[in-house]
């Protein structure tokens, strides 16, 4: 069997460096054919919050050793930044926070109780971003609180299905997670 010539790091840096020159050019040509044809709808600035985002997730992805936990983090921030930005540009609606938010973190939860079943054995290496993920899930029943969702089923949903899939990684995990505070911390 004939496999593939690996690219060299220096190779694929030059590549990558091409590729973001190439992306800057296009985001500039964007934004000049958006003020040239039609200066009152912001549709290049969109344009290039997806090529901005395209970018987070490819620097971060190629970066050696990818926690796979890590990843559902930063995809969630950075969904839900991009979310919140396109909402603010096409006239703040308020449906970002109201429902796009929310339904993002059920996905994050339901995409580590996953990683957890099937590979209980690096939970450890994912408690800290599920933390994070339900300090991340408090923010919906913060809006909630602040009156500034319309739609507060699906924040409340959110932030109960990230409380309920930590305690049930913990309960999964219990052993294991006793286990290494013993190790760690010698109690």
Not at 121 to 148: A, D, E, G, R
């Amino acid at each position: 069997m004939i496999y593939p010539e690996k690219i060299k790091a220096k190779k694929s840096n030059k590549i990558i460096k091409i590729l973001m020159c190439v992306s800057i050019g296009i985001a500039i040509i964007l934004l000049l054919i958006n003020k040239l044809t039609t200066p009152t709808i912001p549709w290049a600035a969109l344009a290039n919050a997806g090529i901005l985002y395209s970018w987070v997730v490819v620097v971060y992805c190629v970066r050696k050793n990818i926690n796979l936990a890590g990843h559902v983090l930063l995809q969630l921030i950075a969904l839900s930044i991009l979310m919140i930005y396109i909402d603010y540009k096409i006239g703040s609606r308020g449906w970002s926070i109201s429902i796009a938010v929310p339904i993002m973190i059920m996905i994050a939860n339901l995409t580590m109780l996953v990683l957890t079943i099937v590979s209980y054995k690096k939970y450890m290496k994912y408690v800290i971003y599920q933390l994070m993920i339900v300090l991340f899930s408090i923010l919906p029943l913060i809006f909630v609180t602040k009156h500034i969702v319309q739609n507060q089923t699906l924040s409340v949903i959110a932030s109960g299905i990230s409380a309920f899939n930590f305690v049930i990684c913990l309960i999964l995990c219990a052993k294991d997670i006793k286990e290494e505070m013993v190790r760690k911390f010698h109690f």
